[in-house]
Nanobody, 125 residues
Framework: QVQVVESGGGLVQAGASLRLSCAAS????????MAWFRQAPGKEREFVAG????????YYADSVKGRFTISRDNAKNTVYLQMNSLKPEDTAVYYC??????????????????WGQGTQVTVSS
């Protein structure tokens, strides 16, 4: 079992930046696929960004490309989501996900077996 804990959410104005952090424990961190998903009220959980074991492979939803950056620090067992140029439509609860499968479909929430409790991001216009 992998424990996942997010932090860093908050209330910001449109155009501002936030950085989310996700600490994972319980498995060798360098063997974990990591990803961020988000869920707005009344909507399904959607993929935001993902990063492979060595951080050379990163994946983004079209809606955040060029604004968000996912990274990982394997020495700190932590993955980050740097969010720039935030928009009101980015408002959601952001969840960190981890999985130690050999291969995973980053874009679907279904395969991910370990989730954090979520952190609220609210962007005002």
């Amino acid at each position: 079992q992998v424990q996942v804990v997010e932090s860093g959410g908050g209330l910001v104005q449109a155009g501002a930046s936030l950085r989310l952090s996700c600490a994972a424990s319980g498995r060798t961190f360098t063997r974990l696929h990591m990803a961020w998903f988000r869920q707005a009220p009344g909507k399904e959980r959607e993929f935001v960004a993902g990063v492979g074991w060595t951080a050379t492979a990163t994946y983004y939803a079209d809606s955040v490309k060029g604004r968000f950056t996912i990274s990982r620090d394997n020495a700190k067992n932590t993955v980050y989501l740097q969010m720039n140029s935030l928009k009101p439509e980015d408002t959601a609860v952001y969840y960190c996900a981890a999985d130690d499968a050999n291969w995973i479909n980053y874009y679907s929430s279904v395969p991910w077996t370990n989730w954090g409790q979520g952190t609220q991001v609210t962007v005002s216009s």
